[in-house]
């Protein structure tokens, strides 16, 4: 069974800084592709970032390019988002999400993440 925990979400003014962790438990992290998603109030779930098993290959959306910063330890079976020069539009639930197949792509689609965690809010005050 795969278990994705979320934490480091948080109240946090304009400009801030968050570090995002997802904890995963199960086998093969190191073989899986992860992404972050976000779901705003009233919007739709989007990707955010992805990376491959071996941080070969990072993607990022346009929103969040030069600000985020994904990463992984494959030893500690643990997913990062280092978050900086956080804006209002970026409140939203985060999730961390593990791609159903071993070694794919980085793609920031929804469909392809089979495990999904329960999600970390992040709120950003003007």
């Known amino acids: 069974q795969v278990y994705l925990v979320e934490s480091g979400g948080g109240l946090v003014e304009t400009g801030g800084s968050l570090r995002l962790s997802c904890t995963v438990s199960?086998?093969?992290?190191?073989?899986?592709?992860m992404g972050w998603f976000r779901q705003a109030p009233g919007k739709f779930r989007l990707g955010i970032s992805c990376i491959t098993p071996k941080g070969a290959v990072i993607g990022y959306a346009d929103s969040v390019k030069g600000r985020f910063t994904i990463s992984r330890d494959n030893t500690n079976n643990t997913l990062y988002l280092q978050m900086n020069n956080l804006k209002p539009e970026d409140t939203a639930m985060y999730y961390c999400?593990?791609?159903?197949?071993?070694?794919?792509?980085?793609?920031?689609?929804?469909?392809?993440?089979?495990?999904w965690g329960q999600g970390t809010q992040v709120t950003v005050s003007s």
């Open positions: 999400a593990r791609d159903t197949f071993l070694r794919a792509g980085c793609f920031l689609v929804q469909n392809r993440y089979g495990f």
């Open positions: 199960g086998l093969l992290f190191g073989e899986t592709t």
